[in-house]
């Protein structure tokens, strides 16, 4: 009975995506949902985005083995990171009326940074998606007893991730987002309401987190405790600012208020609901302590799932996994979506300045199912945990695309020379850190990464001219692209002014 309501709800799912996607007309329908969301919806798809594998599984696992102090980086620093960037976004991107981030860095830089940043961008998204369809065929898995192996489940989840987003684009993400939040939120409060009542109540539980160190958030008075832990919070909150997929449900709001207050919403209803499946994993270690600590050091994320599957009725699972699929479907089509976009638009565009717009809807297509192979390779070969994935793949954007984004909009000298002195600083800092060092090294390598790129963009700024030219200024920018007022980034410039001009 169980797989039969799980079917019938992925059929629902992907019949509401592919109805979506019979609005889709043009390449902003499909990246950006015309850029008319209302608030209701643009909150739904912040918190929907992020509330995936690692906030259901991930986070609650890890949870359970180091406490607070261990998900300092995510809900904790992914929260802030929403914040910042619904500001960010709002204040100084959003007039400019542009689809993707790389948009943004060829305006204010060049073509060779706009790459540059956008191949950072999409790299980092891989270990994002990677943990959504690593749970999705877990939970196949689990609910098929075994039937079904982890690494078809991962194949099944990604095939029916990539049905409805392929044609419905950012449109279908969102009205299904705003399906699917709700039954997140109903169900997992529901499961949280029936685990309650086997503990006693929530005091009790959080009363034995206490006692056993959990809820223990600052680490001791250690200086490299101390730089480990802001590392990871660190992160996560900056690292997270140059991704395409919060520009892109920012941006997707019908007005730059409508953005700002999306994003704050999504983010407190984000942060605050984390704690749920926390606390519902943290519960089954004093349900069953002997069977669940065992199942602990043997496979964490597994928590979770087998205690709704032991010890709930039947109606309890079918909303517990009609919720967890909705929130990773969520996450997943959203970050599938997203490096598709910025690689088309800003990588395959520039070898097809005269593509119609029709026609570019079809290679932002092609794309998106060639990252999904990618993503599903990776997937099927990683030994990451789901949380573990998540977390590092915010490191190569810290260290190559935070810089010359807030410099960018932020400082009027940055230049391209800086930019790429920025770039290729933090970037090659921290894979030689991380090749040497590793785990092992006292400063997180893509701290350093951070810290030099930054140096990067401030030198490579001032010194004189050596790499490319200066960042165009607006005049320039407009009449490069006089002759494509249609395009996306052809009237990008004409709304508003570029940040730092």
């Given amino acids: 009975m169980l797989i039969w309501f799980v079917v019938l709800y992925l059929l629902v799912s992907i019949s509401i995506g592919l109805i979506a996607a019979t609005r889709v007309k043009n390449t902003k329908d499909y990246a950006v949902a015309g850029r008319h969301l209302p608030l209701p919806v643009v909150m739904a798809t912040v918190f929907a985005t992020w509330f995936g594998a690692e906030a259901v599984f991930g986070v609650s696992a890890t949870f359970v083995q180091e406490g607070l102090r261990g998900v300092v980086a995510d809900p904790f620093g992914s929260s802030l990171c929403l914040v910042i960037a619904g500001f960010f976004f709002a204040t100084q991107l959003y007039k400019l ?3 993707t981030l790389g948009d943004f860095y060829r305006m204010r830089y060049n073509r060779t940074v706009e790459v540059l940043t956008t191949l950072a961008i999409v790299v980092s998204y891989l270990g994002w998606v990677a943990a959504q369809i690593k749970a ?5 898995n689990m609910i098929t007893q075994g039937a079904v192996s982890q690494e078809a489940g991962m194949i099944l989840g990604t095939a029916i991730v990539l049905t409805y987003t392929t044609f419905g684009g950012m449109l279908s993400v969102a009205i299904l987002d705003f399906v699917q939040m709700t039954v997140i939120i109903g169900g997992l409060l529901y499961i949280g309401y029936i685990v309650s009542g086997m503990t ?3 005091a009790p539980v959080i009363d034995h987190a206490r006692a056993a160190g959990k809820l223990e958030f600052f680490p001791p008075l ?6 480990g832990f802001l590392g990871a919070w660190m992160t996560m909150m900056l690292g997270s600012i140059p991704q395409q997929d919060v520009f892109q449900r920012i941006t997707s709001a019908k007005s730059a208020k409508v953005a700002i207050w999306g994003s704050v919403l999504g983010a407190s209803v984000y942060f605050c609901f984390t704690f749920v499946p926390m606390f519902i994993a943290y519960a089954a270690t004093i349900i069953d302590p002997a069977f669940f600590n065992g199942l602990i050091a043997e496979d964490s994320q597994r928590v979770l799932p087998t205690l709704v599957l032991q010890h709930t009725p039947l109606l309890a699972q079918v909303i517990f996994f009609g919720a967890v699929l909705s929130a990773i479907m969520s996450c997943s089509s959203a970050t599938l979506l997203a490096p598709s976009i910025s690689f088309a638009e800003n990588i395959v565009r520039g070898f097809l300045p005269h593509l119609t717009d029709r026609g570019f809807l079809k290679v932002m297509r092609i794309c998106l199912i060639g990252f999904a192979g990618c993503v599903l390779f990776y997937a099927l070969n ?7 994935m998540v977390e590092s793949a915010y490191k190569i954007t810290l260290a190559g695309a935070f810089v010359p984004l807030f410099f960018g909009a932020f400082w009027k000298r940055a230049n391209s020379q800086g930019a790429l002195a920025a770039i290729i600083g933090g970037v090659s800092s921290w894979i030689l850190l991380e090749v040497l060092l590793g785990e092992d090294s006292l400063i997180p390598p893509q701290m350093i990464g951070l810290a030099v790129s930054a140096i990067g963009m401030v030198v490579g700024s001032l010194l004189p001219q050596k790499i490319g030219k200066p960042g165009h200024t607006e005049a320039e920018y407009l009449h490069r692209h006089a002759a494509h007022p249609h395009t ?4 990008a410039g004409q709304s508003g002014h570029l940040p730092g001009h």
């Fill in 97 to 99: 009326n542009i689809i």
């Fill in 382 to 388: 990683s030994e990451l945990s789901i949380f573990g």
């Fill in 200 to 202: 006693g109540g929530v």
């Fill in 222 to 227: 250690d200086i490299w405790q101390w730089v």
């Fill in 136 to 140: 999705l065929g877990l939970i196949f």
């Fill in 488 to 491: 996306p980034a052809g009237h």
